[in-house]
């Protein structure tokens, strides 16, 4: 073999190995390829409220939406606790009703008794008052007529004293008028100052009673995602407890998927990275790495090529980019 050939096979050779990497590479782009599965796990539809089952609404396998009224429990228990809130709210309405109207009558008799005892010294006031406008007008012709010799000073003294009498009546009637007005003004202050009604009361049972509301509104279970009945726990009759499902709803497809990669290829990739999907048919997805888990997890038992022997992985989760795949769909991922 010649020397021109021997440089024509190694260049043939330099230029294969070239072709095949850049082949491997659009397949894999940091190089680690794992199993991997639809990941989609399963809705339990479970009660907020412990109850008696009143009805499932979905048959096994039905396709539902997530406002699908899937089952009810029995709301008697709290519709008698609801008409018990409503007799209390009421019963504090009326009461607070009540207390208004009675505060309402205390002060507008005292504001009133008040007006009309400032009417009796105000109408003893203004006698008085008459009464010593003539007593000095009495005093001054009296005392004209004793002046002028036909009469006698005695009269007028009398009258005189009798005066004094009424201005001291008069000044009396004056002080208990300002008594009355200071009297009144308060009363009315009072009645303007009058406390409020126990608002809170009426507050806290209406909070009650929406809260029953609430609980009852709940009792109607709804699937809350959109897929199929893939399983029916309890029929009606059942008591059913918060926590325990009553039936599970599995979603039809999903947008993530979760590959399990050898721990020792962890560190070549990270979150945003590319990735690839492949499905049994060949079918090629593309998606992005949202998440590495921090250490290896036992693979799903599908997942295993031995049955009787597990594995071990990182799980690393993928979001595809449109297309989606089944719910525990094994599917190969390159990363």
């Not at 990941?39 to 396998?61: C, D, Q, Y």
């Amino acid at each position: 073999m010649n020397l021109v050939l021997r440089r024509r096979i190694g260049v043939a050779t330099w230029l294969t190995g070239a072709l095949v990497c850049v082949v491997w590479s659009g397949f894999r782009t940091t190089g680690a390829e794992a199993r991997g599965i639809g990941f989609a796990p399963p809705r339990m539809v479970s009660p907020p409220e412990p109850g008696i089952l009143k009805t499932v609404n979905v048959n096994l396998h039905q396709m539902v939406t997530e406002d699908t009224l899937v089952a009810e429990i029995d709301p008697t228990p709290l519709l008698e606790e609801q008409a018990v809130l409503q007799a209390q709210l009421l019963a504090v309405q009326q009461d607070a009703s009540d207390l208004v109207r009675s505060t309402g009558r205390q002060f507008a008799q005292s504001v009133e008794g008040t007006q009309i005892a400032r009417a009796q010294v105000l109408t003893a006031l203004r006698t008085d008052e008459a009464l010593a406008r003539t007593l000095r007008e009495r005093v001054q012709r009296e005392r004209a007529i004793a002046e002028s010799g036909a009469g006698a000073a005695m009269t007028a003294d009398d009258l005189d004293r009798e005066l004094q009498v009424v201005q001291a009546r008069i000044d009396a009637a004056r002080a208990q008028l300002a008594v009355a007005d200071r009297a009144a003004k308060a009363a009315e202050q009072r009645a303007t100052e009058a406390p409020a009604p126990n608002e809170w009361q009426v507050v806290a049972a209406g909070r009650l009673l929406e809260q029953v509301e609430g609980r009852i509104r709940r009792l109607g279970l709804q699937a809350n995602i959109q897929g199929q009945v893939s399983a029916i726990f309890l029929r009606p009759g059942d008591y059913a407890t918060p926590g325990i499902p009553v039936l599970q709803v599995s979603a039809v497809s999903t947008l993530e998927v979760v590959g399990f990669v050898s721990a020792s290829r962890i560190g070549t990739f990270a979150p945003g990275d590319p990735a690839k999907v492949v499905r049994a048919s060949g079918q090629v997805l593309k998606g992005h790495v949202e998440s590495v888990g921090s250490g290896p997890q036992l693979l799903p038992e599908l997942l295993w090529v031995d049955p009787q022997a597990s594995e071990w992985g990182v799980p690393v989760k993928i979001v595809l980019e449109g297309n989606e795949v089944g719910p525990n769909e094994p599917v190969t991922v390159r990363l």
